[in-house]
C-alpha cells in the first residue's frame, strides 16, 4: 500500500514539474509564471482541485510517442475567488509551447462542459504555441469543439480569457467569443498571422508587439479589454472583476457589504458642468462620487475614450455604467464608442446587471470617415442593445443630449426605468447656434438677429423642462442628491420583470 501511495505522489510531483525545470527556468526567466503559479494566484489559497493530472496525448508520429508528460500541457480543474466558484484552465508553455492537442482540447472542453452545467464563471489562461503541429487536423478539431463550447457558454455564464504568452492563427478565436479579453504588457500577444506571414503576404515589416501586443489590442483594435504590467496584477485585477459578477445568468450579481451611506451628498457635484457650455469636465469624478466607496471597475479604458464602461456598486449591488465623456471628441457617439458601448450593454442584460447610462452627448461625429465605415449600423448596434436590454435602467442626463444620440442612451422611449436629468440639462434636436443656422437660415448675413434667434432657441429649449413636461424626463434632480436618486432607484427597481416578446434570437446589425 505504502508503495502505491508513493508512486502517486511521485506521479504528480513529475506532473507538476510540466516540461521540467530547464524551461520552467526559461518561463521565469521571460518574467512569465508558470502555469500552477498563475492558477495558485488567481483563486483562494488551496481551493484549486485538479482534474486530469495525468491525461497524456496520444500522438504517435514525428517520435511524439516517447515523449509524453502527464498534463499534455495544459492544467484544468476548479477552485474559488473569495469563496465564489469558478473553473479553470492554464496552459503550460513549458510541455511542447502549450501547444493544444487533442486531449489538451479536452481538458478544456470538460472544464467548459461542467462549468455551464453547474453555473460557474469559465476563466481561461492562454499561453501556447497554437496547433500541435504534430498532431495535424486533431488539434484543429480539438480547437473547434472549444469554440462551440463558447458559443453554447455565451450568456450562460461569464468566461474570462486572460493572455499570457501567445496566442496565434486561428488560436485567437476561443479568447475573442468569451467576454472579456485581458493582456499582460510585453509579454503576450495575439494575431491571426504572424509578423513573418504578414511580411511574405503584404511586405510588411512589423514587429510582434506592434501586430498584436497588448497596446495594439487595448488602444487600437479594441480586441482586449485591459492590459496589466505583469502577470501578478493580471491575476488580481481579474479576481476583482469576477467579484463583480455573477456565477451564471439565472443568478443575481453578488452583494458585497457596503461602508458608504447610500444617501451620500456630494455638494461638489453642483459645480461640475462648467458655466460654458462648450468646456469639458471629466464625468469620471461622477462615476466615482456616486459609486460606492469611489470603486470603479473600468472596462476598454484606453479605447474609444469618448465613452465610458465599467462595473460599480450601489448599495453593495453591481451597476454596469456608461458615461459619454465630454473631455474627448466632446463626448460623441462614433463608430468605436458606439461599438464599445453596445456590446458592454449586452454583457450587463446577459447577466441581469442593471445598467446606469450618464449623458452628456453632442450628437453622432459628422463626417466621410464615419459614413464610409459604417455609423449608421455601428450606431444602431447600441441603439439595439439600449431596446432589447430588460435590466433595470436608470439615466441621468447632465447636459447635452441632442438629437438620435438623446434617443440612443437609454431614453425614456427605450424603456429608460428612471430619467433624470441635472437641472443643467439641454434636450434638443441640436445645439441652439446649428438649429439657428437652419431655421433661420434667411438671416445668416445679418450676426445680430441670428444672435437673437440663437437666444430665444436656448432660453426655450436649452433646459430640461420641456422634455419633464411631456413625461420624458421622470424627475429634474439636484446634481449632488445623484448617488441618493440612482441609489433609490435601482433599490426600487429590484424585482423588476420585463418580457421581450419570444423569438429565436434576434438580428442586431453586426
Ligand atoms: C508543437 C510547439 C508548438 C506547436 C511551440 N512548440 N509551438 N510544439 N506545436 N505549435 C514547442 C517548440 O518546439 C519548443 O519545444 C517549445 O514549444 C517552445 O517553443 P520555442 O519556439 O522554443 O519558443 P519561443 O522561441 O518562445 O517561440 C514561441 C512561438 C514559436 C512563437 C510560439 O514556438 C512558434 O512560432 N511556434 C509555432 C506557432 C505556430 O505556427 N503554431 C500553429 C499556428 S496555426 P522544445 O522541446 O524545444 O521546448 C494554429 C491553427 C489553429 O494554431 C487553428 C484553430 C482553428
Known amino acids: 500500500m505504502k508503495d502505491i501511495l508513493t508512486e502517486l505522489e511521485d506521479r504528480r510531483n513529475d506532473a507538476r514539474l510540466g516540461g521540467g525545470q530547464r524551461r520552467i527556468d526559461a518561463q521565469h526567466g521571460r518574467g512569465k509564471l508558470t502555469a500552477r503559479e498563475r492558477i495558485e494566484l488567481l483563486l483562494d489559497e488551496d481551493s484549486f482541485e485538479e482534474f486530469d493530472m495525468f491525461v497524456s496525448h496520444r500522438c504517435t508520429d514525428f517520435g511524439m510517442e516517447n515523449q509524453k508528460p502527464a498534463g499534455d500541457g495544459v492544467v484544468t480543474g476548479w477552485g474559488t475567488i473569495n469563496g465564489r466558484m469558478v473553473y479553470v484552465f492554464s496552459q503550460d508553455f513549458t510541455v511542447f509551447g502549450g501547444s493544444l492537442s487533442e486531449t489538451h482540447a479536452q481538458k478544456i472542453c470538460k472544464i467548459m462542459d461542467m462549468a455551464i452545467q453547474n453555473g460557474a464563471p469559465v476563466i481561461g489562461i492562454n499561453d501556447s504555441g497554437g496547433a500541435r503541429i504534430q498532431e495535424g487536423v486533431a488539434s484543429l478539431a480539438g480547437y473547434a469543439e472549444v469554440f462551440q463550447r463558447n458559443v453554447m457558454a455565451s450568456g450562460v455564464v461569464p468566461q474570462i480569457s486572460v493572455i499570457m504568452g501567445p496566442c496565434a492563427g486561428g488560436a485567437v478565436y476561443s479568447p475573442a467569443m468569451t467576454d472579456f479579453i485581458f493582456m499582460v504588457k510585453d509579454t503576450s500577444y495575439m494575431f491571426v498571422t504572424g509578423p513573418d506571414v504578414v511580411k511574405t503576404v503584404t511586405n510588411e515589416v512589423v514587429t510582434a508587439e506592434e501586430l498584436g501586443g ?67 469636465y471629466d464625468m ?79 450628437g453622432f461625429l459628422p463626417g466621410t470617415s464615419q459614413e464610409y465605415g459604417g455609423v449608421i449600423k455601428h450606431g444602431a448596434k ?27 442612451m437609454a431614453s425614456k422611449h427605450l424603456r429608460g426605468d428612471f430619467n433624470y436629468a441635472w437641472p443643467t440639462a439641454e434636450i434638443a434636436v441640436m445645439g441652439a447656434k446649428g438649429a439657428t443656422e437652419i431655421i433661420h437660415r434667411a438671416d445668416l448675413g445679418d450676426a445680430e438677429k441670428i444672435a437673437a434667434h440663437a437666444k430665444d432657441y436656448e432660453d426655450r429649449f436649452a433646459n430640461p423642462f420641456v422634455a419633464a413636461e411631456r413625461g420624458f424626463i421622470d424627475e429634474v434632480i ?33
Open 214 to 280: 497588448a497596446s495594439t489590442h487595448t488602444k487600437k483594435s479594441s480586441v482586449a479589454d485591459g492590459a496589466f504590467e505583469n502577470d501578478v496584477e493580471a491575476l488580481a485585477e481579474v479576481r476583482r472583476l469576477v467579484d463583480f459578477l455573477p456565477l451564471n445568468n439565472r443568478e443575481k450579481p453578488p452583494v458585497r457589504p457596503f461602508f458608504d451611506e447610500p444617501g451620500r451628498l456630494e455638494t461638489s457635484l453642483d459645480t461640475l458642468i462648467p458655466d460654458n457650455p462648450n468646456t469639458p
Open 284 to 362: 469620471k469624478e461622477l462615476i466615482t462620487k456616486v459609486a460606492d466607496e469611489g470603486d470603479f471597475y473600468e472596462i476598454q479604458e484606453d479605447y474609444a475614450k469618448n465613452i465610458i464602461t465599467g462595473f460599480i456598486r450601489l448599495e453593495g449591488q453591481t451597476v454596469g455604467v456608461v458615461a459619454n465623456q465630454p473631455m474627448v471628441l466632446a463626448g460623441c457617439l462614433d463608430i468605436d464608442s458606439s461599438r464599445k458601448a453596445a456590446r458592454f450593454v449586452r454583457f450587463c442584460d446577459c447577466f441581469e446587471i442593471p445598467i446606469l447610462t450618464l449623458v452628456d452627448v453632442p
Open 382 to 408: 447600441l441603439l439595439f442593445a439600449y431596446g432589447e436590454a430588460t435590466v433595470p435602467k436608470v439615466t441621468v442626463i447632465t447636459r447635452k443630449a441632442y438629437g438620435g444620440a438623446y434617443d440612443v
Open 478 to 510: 439636484m446634481p449632488q442628491s445623484t448617488r441618493r436618486r440612482v441609489s433609490r432607484a435601482f433599490a426600487s427597481l429590484r424585482n423588476k420583470k420585463l418580457k421581450n416578446p419570444w423569438k429565436k434570437h434576434d438580428n442586431i446589425p453586426l
